[in-house]
C-alpha cells in the first residue's frame, strides 16, 4: 500500500456550496484509517475525492509521490470497501473474490495466489463463511468485500 496524503484540499460544488473547506490528512503506508463524523460532515465526499470520483476543487491530493489531482480513478489504483459489501450473491466466496482479477486477465495461478492470500489475511478462509460456500450464505460480507478489493493490490484501499 501507499501513503495517501491530502493538502489543504477543498471541494466547493458549482453552486457555491463548500463541502470541504480545506483537509490536511496523511494516512502512512499500512495504516489504518478511519472517517468518523455526523451525517454531511463530508466523510463520503473526502473519500470520493481521493478514488477520483469527485474533482478536487482546490489543494493537492498525493498517492505515494505521485499527484492524482487530474488522475482518472481507473488509473489511481486505489480499491473501496461499501456498505451495502458490492457481492454477486449468485457466486461462491472464492468466486466474488477472484472476479476483480479475471476481468483483469490474470492467470489462473495469480488469481488463486492473490485470493488465497487475501482470504487468510483477512480471515475469510475459516468460519463463519468457507471459501467455496455460495457468497448468499455468507455472514462475513464486510471482510468478504475488502478480500475482493485487497486481492487486487491497490496502492491504496
Partial sequence: MAQVTLQQVRKVYANGYEAVKSIDLAIHDGEFMVLVGPSGCAKST???????????????????????????????NVAMVFQDYALYPHMTVYENMAYGLRIRKLSKDEIHQRVTNAAHVLSCLTSPCPIWMPSSGCTCGRRLSSSKRRSRRPWCM
Avoid at 473519500?47 to 478536487?56: H, K, Q, V, Y
Avoid at 498525493?62 to 488522475?71: M, Y
Fill in 46 to 76: 473526502t473519500l470520493r475525492m481521493i478514488a477520483g470520483l469527485e474533482d478536487i476543487t482546490s489543494g493537492d491530493l498525493f498517492i505515494g509521490a505521485r499527484k492524482v489531482n487530474d488522475l482518472p480513478p481507473s488509473k489511481r
